[in-house]
């Protein structure tokens, strides 16, 4: 008989504790993912995967390993906790490695309050390919339009459960539904390529497939006979699409695991203000129907609602449970992992303040300037701050938009960078990460 995810956790903690481990704690993820990819009105690559994976960590003394299989035989399970044991007896002491005090556990969650699960039946394949098809034709529609490099939709649903022998258990489910486009205007050096897509918790969210084929197509014709812009110092709007990649780097700056490390341009930061005083960054695990909605953390320590930033002012670090003991501090319930994996910090759905004025306006307001809708590459210096990227979208002139610009790079430093920052107000309030168009004055544009 098929054992379930929390079935073969327990299993895997006992099999450990006969091998000799002191504690221990496991991850079972168990999935299904059908995909389908169409091109010139024909299926083109249909995919199907199932799986189960396994991870053990286990602890003997201040020593810890872990495995991993995709194998639920009792004899695989028993092979895993003697392995991960005797790895543990060889590697070096941590002085910070260890299961949660069960003081700290989560306990009492609502997981039918986050609603993670769709409980539709699985779309057919045929369903998907018809998405598929719809989005590649509404993307081959729109008049400029010289290829469909793809169109794709998918499905999946998972299931994980994590327990430790430190008495947490713990599992929940999750379903995902997607269509996707990438439209190609122009031939040859000439081809400019653009994309759409959404992926939602519930099909009844979905945006339409041919909405998405035919925005792929007006953004690809769009950028079509980008040329390189001026080199000089000008206003940079980030778009929405790609605005969240500088919260991306403010909280990849503000992880425990950096800060304790000493590599991070906002080790000495705490308790100052980075942002605008009137902007603030939100963590909230708990926002209904998200990928990163989730009542407990990989090492069962319950998430939270949490100011990361307040008012402009850095109020703490995202941490588990050895990034926490590390600095002398608690966790955060923060803790990401998989089945091959150690715990280590990540953030779950975050939000930034979004502003009064509509992206138009500050469009209007930039007077000359760069708006970027494309990023490529990305050169930032961990204990710095300093701040390269590859870029292109449209170039203003007098508050509208004159044409498309492409190979172009922008520069400067974060730390300087955040404090200037103009948010619009049109984030989408359904991402995980929820964050505006972002203006900021005089950064260093290199083009022609």
Not at 41 to 63: I, N, P, Q, W, Y
Request: net charge negative.
């Amino acid at each position: 008989m098929t054992q379930s995810p929390e079935e073969l956790c327990h299993a895997l903690i006992a099999a450990a504790k006969s091998a000799g481990a002191d504690a221990a704690d496991t991850l079972v993820a168990e999935g299904t993912s059908v995909s389908i990819e169409v091109r010139e009105g024909a299926l083109e690559h249909a995919e199907r995967s199932e799986g189960t994976d396994l991870g053990l960590r286990v602890f003997v003394g201040k020593r810890q390993a872990i495995v991993s299989a995709s194998d639920m035989r009792p004899e695989t399970l028993a092979a895993m906790a003697e392995r991960a044991v005797a790895m543990a007896r060889e590697a070096p002491e941590d002085p910070y490695a260890g299961l949660a005090d069960p003081s700290q556990l989560a306990s009492g969650w609502d997981i039918a309050a986050l609603e993670l699960e769709d409980s539709t039946p699985e779309p057919a394949p045929a369903a998907l390919q018809v998405d598929a098809l719809e989005a590649e034709a509404a993307c081959a529609a729109i008049d400029g339009i010289t290829q469909v490099q793809s169109a794709a939709a998918g499905f999946g649903r998972s299931r994980v459960h994590i327990a430790a022998s430190n008495g947490f258990s713990g599992g929940y489910g999750r379903t995902s539904r997607s269509v996707s486009c990438v439209g190609i205007a122009g031939i040859g050096t000439g081809m400019e390529r653009d994309y759409d897509g959404d992926s939602r918790t519930m099909q009844a969210d979905l945006r339409s497939a041919e909405e998405i084929g035919r925005s792929a197509g007006e953004r690809a014709v769009a950028r079509h006979g980008a040329r390189k812009p001026a080199t000089g110092s000008y206003p940079v709007l980030f778009d929405e699409r790609i605005s969240g990649s500088l919260l991306g780097h403010l909280l990849g700056a503000a992880n425990g695991a950096s800060i304790a490390r000493g590599s991070s341009w906002l080790k000495d930061s705490l308790g100052q203000q980075i942002l605008p005083a009137h902007l603030s960054v939100i963590e909230d695990p708990y926002r209904p129907r998200l990928a990163g909605s989730r009542p407990f953390d990989g090492e069962g320590i319950a998430t939270r609602r949490r100011a990361i930033i307040e008012n402009g002012v850095l109020t703490g670090w995202t941490l588990d449970l050895a990034s926490a003991r590390k600095l002398g501090l608690e966790s955060t319930g923060n803790a990401a992992r998989g089945a091959g994996s150690i715990p280590s910090p990540a953030n779950w759905n975050i939000e930034l303040t979004q502003g009064d004025v509509s992206r138009e306006n500050l469009i209007r307001d930039m007077g000359t300037g760069l708006l970027v809708t494309s990023m490529i590459g990305s050169t930032i210096n961990p204990n710095t701050g300093d701040y390269s990227r590859g870029a292109s979208g449209f170039w203003i002139e007098n508050g509208e938009i004159a044409y498309p610009v492409n190979e172009c790079t922008i520069a400067g430093n974060l730390l300087d960078m955040l404090p200037r920052i103009q948010p619009a107000n049109d984030a989408r309030t359904h991402l995980s990460r929820v964050v505006p168009s972002i203006l900021i004055e005089g950064m260093t544009l290199a083009g022609s």
